[in-house]
């Protein structure tokens, strides 16, 4: 019988055109989808004549692949990874690999990877970005998991990853248990800030410049030109002056309310169990939400209309670059953050300047700017946060006062800026000595004799005070979030 080299389930876009990159590097796949026509329907078209063994029964599918058997699903992440999962496993032996290549849970990649494993089964969970595209010609790949499995594996995903200049794959070993998904996960999250924040530089530049669309082509080309140059930066250059087939600018006909399927969401609720401040990617989460809020939306339009035009702050093209660019630089650091967190609390030991590199490719936040977090990370390994590099530094205090104008200007105009300003905060937050948390110990005390810290003893040693001589002693030191 005819044996593949890895078997593929799932042939939505995805699973279609990472198949079909996976054949292309010489490997032989075996293909199931739970429509066994889908798979008929691939095998005759994009897949004719091709290196494919197209299979209709699990244990079919499953006997087809030579060992140990390495199988990719291309499937919706959630409950279909679990139902396939346990259909497979009757079928499996020890040794074989199990990879889920969704955009999945991190806590559902961490279980399945212990429940598998104790069933001698190894199991990753990899992260792939880069859309459809991407899966074709050479995603981003962010694998973890069962370590065994690595090396099983690593030909196959560093073959079809994307490459960097130098021929090094996007795609390397992240870590155990979740630690793939959740550094996707973070990507993700990074996604819908980037996103967000490229959204209120348009704003600025259509309701404050009055840019028409050719002329924010053009800006957008611009940027994509020097230090902003990005993916995400390329295609909105290409959206700005894009026509539909009754030659209207097909943006201005898309309604402005923002989907999501979760991955920014996730990000939040990962850095709320942290303790750790992601807000730029929170307000880009919440940008979307609000903007679903249309009816609302519409109502408060007409109550609270922007009745004059506001004075001009004098902003211009340049300096809302330079606001882009430095609340992308606070973007990143708390992403990068949040996994340097993540990572002590699960002991995944993960490498940033790796994972920046692996993302410069292939993924859709791809971009320049990545290589010098890279370069960041490879010079000062232990960095605790990307803003005490001296580029990051230097890059900050040359944006910082066009930055502040910029969101002084949104402020004043009425152009809502939830990220560039939040990143403002933050910033403005961390550099303070000292901070009115102060205030809000005093007043924990005061109503709930919840304790505090003196300045002027060390840390950790806590007094209370009975603030209106009627409180007792009695402190309440036994819970915490
Ligand atoms: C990628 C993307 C992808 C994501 C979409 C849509 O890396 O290729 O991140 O995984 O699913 O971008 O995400 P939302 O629907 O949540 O915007």
């Known amino acids: 019988m005819k044996t593949s080299d890895i078997g593929l389930v799932g042939l939505a876009v995805m699973g279609e055109n990472l198949a079909l990159n996976i054949e292309s590097h010489g490997y032989t796949v075996s293909l199931y989808n739970r429509h066994g026509e889908v798979v008929t329907r691939f095998v005759e078209g994009r897949g004719k004549g091709k290196n494919f063994i197209p299979t209709y029964s699990i244990p079919e599918f499953v006997a087809t692949i030579s060992r140990p058997r390495k199988i990719i699903l291309m499937i919706k992440a959630g409950a279909p990874v679990d139902e396939m999962i346990d259909k497979l496993v009757p079928y499996l032996s020890p040794g074989d690999i199990i990879i889920d290549g969704g955009n999945s849970d991190f806590h559902d990649t961490e279980r399945r990877m212990y429940e598998l494993e104790s069933r001698g089964i190894w199991f990753v969970g990899t992260g792939i970005s880069g859309g459809e595209e991407g899966a074709l010609h050479g995603p981003s790949i962010m694998p973890g998991g069962s370590v065994k499995a690595w090396p099983e594996i690593k030909g196959i995903l ?69 230090e902003l140059k990005s993916y995400l930066i390329e295609i909105t250059a290409d959206i700005m002056n894009f ?199 005093a007043q924990r005390d005061y109503f709930g004799a919840h304790l505090y810290e003196r300045i002027d003893k060390p840390r950790n040693e806590f007094f209370h005070t009975d603030w209106t001589g009627e409180g007792g002693n009695t402190t309440s030191r036994n819970y915490n979030a």
């Not at 730029?280 to 903007?291: D, F, G, N, P």
């Not at 530094?393 to 969101?407: D, T």
Request: contains cysteine; hydrophobic residues 40%.
């Open 158 to 226: 560093q073959d079809i990853a994307a490459k960097l200049e130098d021929g090094t794959p996007c795609c390397q070993w992240i870590g155990k248990g979740g630690a793939g998904h959740f550094v996707k996960m973070v990507h993700n999250g990074i996604e819908y800030g980037d996103m967000q924040l490229i959204a209120e530089a348009y704003a600025l530049l259509k309701e404050r410049l009055h840019l028409d669309n050719e002329q924010l082509h053009a800006v957008f080309d611009e940027w994509n030109k020097g």
């Open 243 to 441: 026509k539909d087939n009754r030659n209207n600018y097909l943006l201005d006909e898309i309604l402005d309310v923002a989907g999501q399927k979760g991955t920014g969401k996730w990000s939040i609720m990962a850095a709320l169990d942290e303790n750790d401040p992601l807000t730029l990617i929170t307000e880009a989460v919440y940008a979307r939400m609000l903007s679903g809020l249309l009816e609302e939306r519409e109502k408060a339009s007409c109550m609270f209309l922007n009745e004059k035009e506001f004075a001009d702050t004098g902003i211009d093209i340049e300096s809302i670059g330079n606001a882009l660019y430095a609340a992308k630089l606070v973007s990143y650091t708390q992403g990068f953050s949040l996994m340097r967190r993540a990572s002590e609390h699960y002991q995944w030991h993960l490498d940033y300047g790796t994972i920046a590199q692996i993302w410069r490719k292939g993924c859709i936040i791809r971009s320049v700017f990545l290589g010098k977090i890279t370069e960041a990370y490879t010079n000062e390994p232990g960095l605790e946060n990307l803003l005490f590099n001296s580029f990051f530094r230097n890059k900050i205090l040359s944006s910082l006062s066009a930055w502040r104008n910029v969101v002084a200007d949104g402020v004043l105009s009425g152009v809502a800026l939830p990220c560039m300003s939040s990143a403002l905060s933050y910033f403005d937050g961390l550099r303070t000595l000292k901070s009115p948390a102060n205030l809000i110990q």
